[in-house]
């Protein structure tokens, strides 16, 4: 199956600070998305990108299928980013979604 | 309109019963997909079900089973519990099969097994 890896794993910022997340897989896929789970478990869409750029008020993404990566970034952080960040992958065979490890961010006041 | 929908919230269970989860889609959709999360870990694919037909199924034992009805409510079972069963189960919804589109996950059912 498809490989997925989230980069870097856990990341602090101070509120206001910039931050670049990176999802590399291993094929090519039919969707990506980024979700922000909360600590309450609940997975929020942020991203339906399977190609191209998409913003979103302090946050966008950039998926560049043919080079197998996509980027999320958020600005100007504040405390209520703080949560996991999950890429998730549909590979052409379809039928699941094949998620990261996750980042774990803490934004810190 | 509604969000995915799941039911119960919490769920204690002792190691061999037998435990049932149910998921609404969002109105309009006709896929359900199940996740297994377990503490530190991404999602794991269970099933997904779309116009009450099996389209793919992950790597759990047959102890696991799904079904979806004519409303393309689901039903997740897990017979047999073990403590590794602890987790949180997730249900998404999307309107396509395959591809699937986008995907819209419930708020999890929590499941803790002694």
């Known amino acids: 199956g498809i490989q997925v890896e989230q980069s870097p794993p856990d990341l602090i910022l101070q509120e206001g600070a910039n931050s670049t997340l990176r999802c590399n897989f291993s094929?090519?896929?039919?969707?990506l998305q980024w979700f922000h789970q909360n600590p309450w478990g609940q997975l929020i869409n942020l991203f339906y990108?399977?190609?191209g750029t998409k913003q979103n008020g302090r946050l966008s993404a950039t998926t560049v299928a043919t080079e197998r990566y996509s980027l999320l970034y958020i600005s100007s952080s504040q405390t209520t980013d703080s949560g996991v960040y999950f890429c998730?992958?549909?590979?052409?065979?379809?039928?699941?979604?094949?998620f990261g490890e996750g980042t774990q961010l803490t934004v810190n006041p | 309109d509604a969000g995915v929908t799941q039911s119960p919230t919490h769920l204690i269970k002792t190691r061999g019963q037998h435990v049932t989860l149910r998921c609404s889609p969002i109105?309009?959709?006709?896929?359900v997909s199940w996740y297994q999360q377990v503490l530190g870990q991404g999602p794991q694919f269970i099933f997904q079900?779309?116009?009450?037909?099996?389209?793919g199924r992950g790597n759990f034992p047959d102890r696991f089973s799904a079904r979806q009805f004519p409303n393309y409510s689901s039903e997740l079972n897990v017979n047999a519990l073990l403590l590794g069963d602890s987790a949180l189960y997730l249900c998404?919804?999307?309107?396509?099969?395959?591809?699937?589109?986008?995907?819209?996950f419930g708020p999890g059912t929590r499941l803790t097994v002694t």
């Open positions: 998404a919804s999307s309107s396509l099969g395959q591809p699937m589109g986008e995907q819209y």
């Open positions: 094929d090519s896929v039919n969707n």
């Open positions: 990108i399977p190609s």
């Open positions: 998730a992958l549909e590979e052409t065979s379809g039928s699941r979604l094949t």
């Open positions: 109105s309009g959709h006709k896929s």
């Open positions: 079900y779309y116009e009450k037909e099996e389209r």
